[in-house]
């Protein structure tokens, strides 16, 4: 394997990022000058040293300097009886920016599989997690895909005993993810969860 090769397969472990694209990446780095490749390898340093992941919701952000906490969950101001279920960290950044949801959250990190490819879900982490915090209301804020869908009915399954569950209002359109959704969409969503 030639060193080009090398770093295509890096870039084809991405979400999303196929052999074409990744290669493309390749070509772009070589394109660009040596002080954009180097700031981009400071930055990915930097990254992995000052980002880690929450204890409680387990995204990844800069945490609380004496918790392992991330801001969110270190707020004392948001409301303790709501926590939403997301499947990704950029799920939240999106919730947050509109403005719509003072609650806590809690990232999945992926849905289950209809087709059983790639299939990651967090649920012994979230067992534990309700295990020491009770809420009254779950709102699944899953993606609209096929497989979010599944992992919707499978979570209000297995969560119906623990909390009022709720599911995001379907103000999103069908196959659509979370991150991809614009402010106003996320309020209506929250606002017709049912
Ligand atoms: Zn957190």
Redesign the pocket.
Same mark, same amino acid.
């Given at each position: 394997m030639n060193e080009m090769d090398k770093l295509t397969e890096l870039f084809m472990r991405f979400p999303g990022i196929g052999p074409r694209q990744a290669r493309r990446f390749v070509f772009f780095l070589l394109r660009q000058d040596a002080g954009y490749r180097a700031a981009l390898i400071r930055s990915i340093d930097s990254v992995a040293a000052h980002i880690q992941q #929450?204890?409680? #919701? *387990?995204?990844y952000?800069p *945490?609380h300097k004496e918790r392992p =906490? #991330?801001?969110?969950?270190?707020d004392t101001h948001r409301d303790t009886t709501q926590l939403m279920l997301v499947e990704k960290d950029t799920d =939240?950044e999106q919730m947050e920016k509109s403005g719509a949801y003072a609650g806590?959250?809690f =990232?999945l990190g992926g849905t289950l599989s209809l087709t059983g490819k790639k299939s990651y879900l967090r649920e012994k982490e979230l067992d534990s997690y309700l295990k020491h915090h009770v809420f009254a209301e779950i709102i699944l804020a899953l993606s609209t895909t096929s497989d979010g869908e599944f992992t919707t009915a499978h979570l209000a399954e297995q969560l119906k005993s623990k909390a009022r569950i709720t599911v995001l209002g379907r103000g999103l359109s069908t196959g659509s993810e979370l991150e991809y959704a614009d402010a106003a969409t996320l309020v209506q969503a929250l606002k017709n969860r049912a």
């Open positions: #929450c204890s409680k #919701c *387990l995204r952000a *945490l =906490v #991330c801001a969110i969950c270190g =939240v806590h959250y =990232v």
